[in-house]
């Protein structure tokens, strides 16, 4: 009991992490039916900025909480002009070649940023400082972190605030309409471009405080972390329907749930002849048979709401 | 005319150097002793360590003045950077052979060993490994493999030796990275345990990229084992030591070399304390040529022994004893020596099995203390059997 009580907050805490970073390639998809496979290295970018910000800053004897404020103002900034700054030079001039084309510029994108980051930083695992208190709160014998809780938080914080920005402001409205109909938006005078720009900066910034909590949540950051967190990611946004904002959030949560209890269980319940390593495996059969019955992910209708 | 024969045999000496035979021809003294590791990357500290070691031995043979076969030879280094890529390492492996070494120390990694083994085998060259310890190395058929490290055979039942005779655990639990060296490691300790009536509640698998461990350490907990063992490397056991504490697990936390890094000092941070890991040969100052070496590597490299800088220092030895024996520098004759070697050196006695294998290579045992390792136990193979 106290063993499923752990993996069930083991999966919600990983699926919260796949929800974080499934908006942001929820938001891009919805609006401009384009999958940024670089949106993982914006997550690891996110990670190693603060890291270098807070490196910078251990000398000076500031509270950690502090110091990862400092580190969070400095990585959010960073990150947003950088997802803005790849929509600008990668994928805006593709906007209307064949859909292949963005596909492979994402993916190049993608290593360009890996890369660039062994440059300068190399390609060593990063011990990443514990900043949030480690003292682990007790649930009926099940533990659960401070950075674990801080990561569920957030995220139903930002799941929140998305859901008011789309739907009660004017910029939200706008996003709606160039989903719907990018030419029609503009002739009714909404810049396409800049509410293109806006939804890559904030998905980026989403990006970037998930990579960070991952990071302390981990206690390791290195230059791949965003690839395959990035694919988990897609996966989510895949199952919950992609292009729905609460699709990312269920398909996250879910996938983190099936991967928690996958690999706690599948070994025991087949008698050792699947282990843990087949969590993976697991994971992706769930999402098939979900595709084959519901072909546009669990909350698939993106016409209304996707955004 | 009495010069002809002296004029015809000169002329001979000159077509047979022309011919790129000097190496095995007496018109030559100079002998190539190639060396590969990783010079470049992330464990360029390491392939460096190696590198002097190997020059060194060099330089002290050179000073010696060794003599083969009645003839005084000097000995050539040449180093090749294999940047621990399997790929790099035959590259490297074929330009060692074109450049007529008679022999080979390295590689450092498995990876790299045992791709580039074939090269030499096909070439005929012997290959000393000083670092590699996936079994899988000399057990290939090949005749031109030896290393002088204990290997993940011998280094998973020194540790469950220390586990059931030190620790006295009952339980444990093994988790590895799905990689060889992972697996082999973790499988060799799994199979002493049980022959040692320890019982393996679980056995669960990770990778070698991932960093959560959440879910399957949540179910090692539930086990409730003494120890929990891992065969893998630092990358992964550091975070995973972490997670462990997080979770409140208590078991002792036991690995191979891979962890026993200062790198998994850094990832583990506090939760590191009482991380026990083995790792092949003695402690380097407690070689019986320890100290000695430690000064003079230290001496001509100002820099400090990593770790296997002897191993390379004394393969270097065990070669030139063997051209000795044999009286000869050509690769096969060095090879056929080179089984019956019987050598003292910095690391200790240097004897091979029938496979190329170091024959009772010593395995320490170490714990983190107060955020250092410390070396805590000495095990050798034929004594770790279980008591």
């Known amino acids: 009991m106290e063993t499923l009580l752990q993996q069930i907050i083991n999966g919600i805490v990983l699926g919260a992490v796949y929800a974080l970073v499934a908006l942001g390639y929820t938001m891009v998809y919805g609006i401009l039916g384009l999958i940024n496979f670089a949106h993982g290295e914006v997550v690891m970018v996110g990670a190693m900025v603060t890291l270098a910000v807070i490196k910078l800053l251990a000398g000076t004897g500031l509270p ?21 700054g790849i929509e600008r030079v990668a994928y805006r001039p593709l906007r209307n070649a064949p859909r292949l084309a963005p596909l492979i ?23 990443y400082p514990e900043l949030l208190p480690t003292t682990p709160f007790d649930l009926a014998g099940a533990r659960i972190s401070p950075a674990q809780v801080a990561i569920i938080f957030f995220s139903a914080l930002v799941m929140a605030g998305l859901l008011w920005l789309v739907h009660h402001t004017r910029l939200g409205r706008a996003m709606r309409a160039t989903a719907e109909n990018p030419v029609v938006a503009r002739l009714m005078g909404v810049n396409v471009n800049h509410v293109v720009t806006m939804t890559f900066a904030i998905g980026s910034a989403l990006g970037a405080v998930a990579g960070v909590l991952v990071s302390i949540n981990y206690s390791v950051a290195h230059y791949q972390m965003g690839f395959i967190l990035g694919l988990k990611a897609f996966t989510a946004a895949v199952l ?30 087949t008698g050792g002849l699947f282990g843990s390593n087949y969590r993976d495996v697991f994971a992706f059969l769930v999402l098939i048979v979900v595709l084959i019955f519901r072909p546009s992910g669990l909350l698939g209708e993106r016409v209304a709401e996707r955004a | ?99 007529k070494v008679v022999a080979v120390v390295g590689h450092f990694n498995s990876g790299a060993s045992i791709p580039a083994s074939k090269v030499y085998a096909d070439a005929g060259i012997p290959q000393i490994s000083p670092g590699s310890t996936n079994p899988r190395y000399t057990q290939q058929g090949y005749a031109t493999t030896f290393r002088v490290v204990a290997n993940d055979d011998q280094q998973g039942p020194a540790c469950a030796s220390y586990a059931v005779n030190n620790l006295k655990v009952k339980t444990v639990a093994i988790i590895d990275d799905s990689t060889s060296y992972g697996q082999g490691l973790a499988t060799a300790f799994e199979n002493a345990v049980k022959a040692a009536g320890v019982e393996v509640v679980a056995h669960e698998h990770t990778t070698d990229k991932d960093t959560d461990f959440a879910a399957i350490l949540t179910n ?28 409140g697990i208590t078991a002792k936390f036991m690995g191979g070399d ?22 092949p040969g003695l402690p380097k100052d407690k070689m019986p040529g320890g100290v000695a070496f430690l000064d003079k590597f230290k001496k001509r490299f100002n820099a400090d022994v990593e770790l296997f800088a002897p191993m390379g220092y004394d393969a270097v030895f065990v070669l030139a004893e063997a051209m000795k024996r044999a009286g000869s520098t050509e690769s096969a004759k060095i090879l056929a ?44 193979p034929t004594t770790a059997a279980v008591k």
Not at chain 2, 220 to 229: A, E, S
Not at chain 2, 267 to 272: K, R, S, V, Y
């Open chain 1, 240 to 269: 919950g329907g992609i292009g729905n904002l609460g699709g990312a959030m269920v398909g996250g949560l879910l996938l983190g749930l099936i991967e928690a209890l996958g690999s706690g269980y599948v070994g025991d319940l």
């Open chain 2, 337 to 380: 020596e080179l089984k019956k070697t019987d050598y003292k050196g910095v690391i200790g006695p240097i004897q091979f099995d029938d496979k190329g294998d170091l024959k009772n290579g010593p395995i320490t045992i170490n714990l983190v203390q107060g955020g250092k390792w410390q070396p805590v136990d000495t095990v050798v």
């Open chain 2, 258 to 279: 891979g962890i026993q890094t200062p790198n998994l000092l850094a990832l583990a941070g506090d939760a590191a304390d009482g991380v026990i890991a083995s790792i």
């Open chain 2, 1 to 99: 005319m009495k010069f002809l024969p002296v004029l015809l045999s000169a002329a001979a000496a000159l077509v047979l150097s022309s011919c790129g035979k000097q190496e095995t021809t007496s018109s030559s003294d100079t002998v190539k002793i190639g060396m590969a590791a990783p010079l470049t990357g992330s464990q360029s500290h390491i392939g460096q360590d190696i590198k002097n070691g190997t020059l060194l031995g060099v330089e002290d043979l050179n000073a010696q003045g060794i003599e083969i076969g009645g003839k005084k030879v000097k000995f050539e280094l040449v180093a090749e950077d294999d940047e621990a890529n399997p790929a790099k390492a035959t590259t490297v492996a074929q330009k060692l052979v074109d450049a």
């Open chain 1, 105 to 127: 510029t994402a993916i190049g994108v993608s290593i360009i940023l890996q890369y660039l980051v062994v440059l300068v930083w190399g390609r060593t695992y990063h011990p």
């Open chain 1, 64 to 84: 950690l909480v502090v110091q990862l404020l400092i580190g969070l103002a400095v990585s959010i900034p960073a990150c947003m002009a950088l997802g803005a």
């Open chain 2, 220 to 247: 090692v907990k539930g086990k409730r084992p003494d120890l929990l063992f891992f065969g893998g490397i630092d990358t992964q056991g550091g975070p995973m030591v972490k997670q462990m504490k997080a979770l």
